[in-house]
């Protein structure tokens, strides 16, 4: 469950750094900034990376033992196994449409401590996990555009944000001199319902800035799950640009024994295609 760093070590959720290539129709010098333009689609896909590290309380299994985690970007790139990641972001007229999805298999074998008596566990108990995880995450978000100038553009969204966990657990428990191993495979997920904002503000005729934040779960999914990210983005041609920034997506769940109760942040950088 580890690995929950590492699907995000080239991130979602949050639903982010592909907006970079929306701004190009905003930017003074594009000829595309008229009133025709505007009124037209705009569609963009982002593959990025999300360089993550994770602070937080994970249980990989239902009534498991929760483990008490803190890595490194670092330490999260030793366990991944593979990560895929992209953003789809489409405009029409004031109307606009996200989707960001992620793919994430990793393997941890760090996860030691003394445990309290879980049944028929004694207190003491030293444990040491062995934890391949998958994780599938999709944010699908929807929205209006309640302010389109030139000089700043402000997104009003709604949406939800789907999660999927598969763990496949072997734990070795020693106690003095003794020791003994079980494995377990399980999966488990939830929806977490959205709001958010997005702001896009051009600072030249290449160079901008761009801030997203979202909030939700409300208990529906999750307790509370939020994201922030802030990029500043750099257009090279009609149809590519790149974006460099931060972001964060925290979420605390925990519901019918599972417990994903973690924050992951770090930089992002992504290359948008628009068209």
């Known amino acids: 469950m580890v690995r929950y760093a590492v699907a995000i070590v080239l991130s979602l959720s949050g639903t982010g750094l592909a907006y970079a290539a929306d701004s190009t129709p905003y930017l003074p010098q594009e000829p595309a ?30 009534r498991g033992p929760t483990i008490e985690v803190e890595k490194s970007f670092s330490d999260v790139m030793d366990d ?13 007229d004031r109307f606009v449409l996200s989707g960001d999805v992620l793919y994430v298999d990793t393997t941890d074998s760090h996860g030691t401590g003394p445990l309290p008596g879980l049944g028929a566990i004694p207190p003491g ?10 994780q599938f995450t999709a944010t699908l978000m929807g929205g209006y555009r309640v ?8 997104d009003a969204l709604g ?17 003095g001199g003794l020791s ?20 896009f503000l051009p600072i030249t005729e290449k160079l901008s800035v761009q801030a997203q934040a979202d909030v939700g779960g409300f208990g529906a999914g999750a307790d509370l799950t ?7 983005n750099y257009v090279f041609s009609d149809h590519f640009s790149a974006s460099v920034g931060y972001k964060v997506l925290d979420v605390d769940y925990d519901r019918d024994g599972h417990v994903f109760d973690s924050r992951l942040s770090g930089p992002v950088l992504g290359m948008t295609w628009r068209f």
């Open 80 to 92: 991944l196994n593979f990560g895929g990641f992209v953003n789809i972001w489409g405009r029409y």
């Open 33 to 62: 900034a008229d009133a025709t333009e505007r009124a037209g689609w705009a569609l963009q896909i982002t593959p990025y990376m999300w360089a993550a590290g994770l602070d937080g309380r994970l249980s990989p299994f239902r």
């Open 180 to 199: 003994g191993s079980i494995h377990h495979d399980e999966s488990f997920g939830w929806a977490d319902p959205l709001v958010g904002m997005r702001a």
């Open 226 to 232: 939020w994201s922030a990210m802030a990029t500043v």
């Open 159 to 175: 949406g939800v944000r789907f999660w999927h966990i598969s763990n496949d657990v072997t734990l070795t428990a020693r106690l």
């Open 147 to 154: 302010m389109d100038m030139p000089e700043f553009t402000l």
């Open 125 to 134: 108990v030293n444990v040491d996990a062995d934890i391949d995880t998958k």
